[in-house]
């Protein structure tokens, strides 16, 4: 689906005009491209007292190519980075007129040492001076703790107080900057996650708080030889691949060297297949993908594809993507509208899981990864049946969390927002257009976003990020 | 502030006008009022397997002379009401043209013995058959367990999902229905909660859902000798209460028998003092509030209030509804802004808690209630002094409820959505119609609705509720 109004505001022609009546104009988000850099230029570095992550910051930003410029609030930056011989400097606030070479790609606030609410004032310094220095699809993280965490109740409070200008940060930003935060634990691997979050692999995900816990007891996983391809030589299903959502997830699965097995109904028999070709095609492993025809509602299912994924010698990422929707008011849905929702998005992945792992076919250091909706979180007129599975599914990772830790199991979930597929092709205009517009990018996101940030999660060093769940959706105002 | 659109849309003409071209027409919510009936009529009641709480709800629509009547969901409700003595009766789906009379007050679910999500079947023939027979400004109420008590993971996601439905049916309901999840703890008392969410008292509380744990080794409150006045002989300290909101607390307090120490700042002391005035003048008891001027932000008043406090022998319910507003960008904000927002919203609250709690002043058996925002939910553009420090309430609520827990104390938050006060009046004419139909409601709040739901959580039966936040919002769309 083309999101014609993006493309014309966009244009010579229709930016004056959209500029002359006051119209919104949406940005062209930057995605990732195998053939353009995923990071570079300058990140600017605020920190409130005692910041825990700088020594981490500085060598994450160095093996990416990317410059600390120092903010006077980041006390400290200048000396370490120099003894880490890191490239680094000042910060030097842009002029609105600044071209774009001289802005800066992305603000890093290090909030982990603050300790109580009167500590927050460091956060404005930095945000006032720096917001308008960022460039367009530029990046603000904000690091913080996890509240639960903290022994002292006012540095819970703090830290939770984060969320609130991370949030209003992203409705304040525009021009597609996204704004997170990160709730990390004392001990916990930040690599992964901050690389998705400053790498245009992140476009659509905005206003999100993510806790990174520590690793848990088990060996953390070695660095990935090439952070491009960190699933290589992981084994992956994906459920409901045939088709928009799904075939963007086993095509970003595979091109960062994952095995993808694709499962879909035997109706998309011949979409699954072509979708497999393609990514096939795609990689230059190729050949180790393959495609699984079964219906996830069929009883036996789900022991079946455990004893399929069994005979290639285990899995070790289940991505739960198969879902319907039969909407109604609830007055007016049928009983087959409700079960079959219900049992394919929800107790079809129980089923799946419980069958994985009962085996053990889901190998030790595996991934769950549960698509739920923003519908999931808010409930939705028309979509009592919908929403319930997909609240289920966010109840699913919040209780399976504790029990898979002790297997260096993770399950986490995305909920995407309002995505550009054939399904939302087919809304009535006024909802479509309402859809794309109320959210922080002004704009609906692309499956392979939903892609991206199931790849992220999925990725080895996520050993610390379980329990999450992470909107797609652009920062939606929609919400609960 | 009056809300023309609603008054004119239910005026004849403008009731016509809005049909013939689909204008939106929110209902009138019917409120508390104390020369009308608080309860009455039928409750139409359904259950998955095995409910807990039948007996409970037997007794207590027993005792607010509400009729329950059973849908075939119900089985075993109707001999058990039988065997307690209670009105009852089988429920009958109203046509859609039925007469206001022959609806239900009321669609009670039973979802607590709710075990997996095959299970979540029979939600949808309890609503199916009922929505349509709910009268307006009715009730929707699904009884559940918190997940979190769940020992099963699959129990625990089925009763997850429960907020999916409940949040749905709040978005399809209409005509001023509300609809909450209670999740209840086995053991926890629900009386007083399921009061308040019969009553027109929470006209403008919808899609919460609300934890009740069972309460702590401490002896539970005796049950008040009057339910209309759950507050008699109990001291209340609220600040900002000079006007607004802050006064509608107050008098909502006092109405229920609370003895209302109101606080505000020195130039408000003539409002104040009106607004203590009123109160005592509608207090049947009379006499026994005063008015408190402190500046919260001056170094010492905390310590000031909490020896106030002490000297009238101590305080039983905190309400911190102090708060300001200074919006800008945070491009464009002064550093003034930022530090006096925090101060007085969140710091000012830590620094009385910390005296009151300190001291034994906030006597076993207390209540603090916050107030926090949607915008500390969501974040807001323009508000990030703001939203960060409602999210910081947030923070604090969550943080301290466990560490209160073994005083018998309890801290939670309300967290108001658009709301009909002076501030608001004073928005640009589009962002203030926004505000008001982005909801379920279509339509912004009273003051007086943030005051029932604070007397609520501030009443002795609810011993088992902490750590909640709850918005009286009217279901807004907008969230995180």
Request: proline share 6%; net charge positive.
């Amino acid at each position: 689906m083309k999101d014609r109004y993006l493309k014309f505001v966009n244009s010579p022609f229709g930016a004056s005009v959209a500029r002359s009546i006051g119209l919104p104009r949406p940005e062209v988000l930057r995605r990732y491209r195998a053939d353009q850099p995923e990071f570079g230029g300058m990140a600017a570095i605020g920190a409130g007292p005692s910041p825990a992550l700088f020594e981490t910051l500085i060598d994450i930003l160095g093996a990416l190519g990317m410059t600390g410029v120092a903010h006077e609030s980041a006390r400290g930056w200048l000396p370490l980075a120099n003894s880490r011989g890191a490239m680094s400097g000042r910060f030097e606030p842009q002029a609105p007129d600044a071209s774009a070479s001289e802005r800066v790609q992305a603000l890093i606030f290090d909030g982990t040492g603050i300790a109580e609410s009167t500590q927050l004032r460091s956060l404005y310094g930095f945000f006032h001076d720096g917001i308008r220095s960022v460039a367009k699809s530029g990046r603000i993280i904000v690091l913080g703790r996890p509240p639960g965490s903290c022994a002292d109740p006012h540095a819970a409070t703090a830290q939770h107080a984060l969320e609130g200008m991370t949030r209003s940060l992203g409705k304040e930003a525009r021009s597609g900057i996204s704004s997170n935060l990160l709730q990390v634990a004392p001990g916990a691997d930040i690599e992964a996650t901050l690389r998705f979050f400053l790498s245009p692999r992140s476009a659509y995900v905005s206003g999100q708080a993510v806790r990174i816990d520590a690793a848990p007891a088990a060996p953390p996983a070695a660095k990935p030889a090439d952070w491009r391809r960190p699933l290589e030589g992981r084994r992956a299903l994906v459920t409901g691949a045939a088709r928009g959502i799904g075939a963007s997830i086993a095509g970003v699965l595979a091109s960062q060297g994952a095995h993808v097995i694709g499962l879909d109904v035997p109706p998309a028999k011949d979409a699954l297949d072509q979708t497999m070709l393609a990514i096939e095609d795609a990689s230059p492993s190729g050949g180790a993908h393959a495609a699984l025809v079964a219906d996830i509602a069929a009883p036996g299912a789900s022991a079946e594809i455990a004893a399929a994924l069994a005979a290639m010698g285990g899995i070790d990422i289940v991505v739960h993507n198969a879902g319907i929707t039969k909407d109604r008011t609830i007055a007016k849905m049928t009983r087959e509208a409700w079960d079959s929702v219900i049992d394919i998005n929800l107790s079809a992945q129980e089923r799946i899981d419980d069958a994985l792992l009962a085996q053990g076919v889901l190998r030790e250091g595996g991934r769950i990864i549960g698509v739920s909706s923003i519908s999931g979180i808010a409930g939705n007129l028309g979509q009592t049946n919908y929403a319930t599975s997909k609240a289920g599914v966010i109840g699913r990772v919040r209780s399976m969390a504790p029990v898979l830790r002790t297997r260096g199991i993770t399950i986490n979930a995305v909920a995407p927002g309002f995505i550009e597929t054939q399904m939302t092709a087919r809304m009535p205009l006024g909802l479509r257009e309402a859809g794309r517009r109320m959210n922080s990018m002004s704009q609906g996101g692309q499956p392979v976003d939903v892609g991206e940030t199931v790849a992220w999660l999925a990725s080895p060093g996520c050993t610390g990020i379980t329990g999450n769940v992470v909107r797609v959706c652009g920062q939606s105002l929609i919400g609960a």
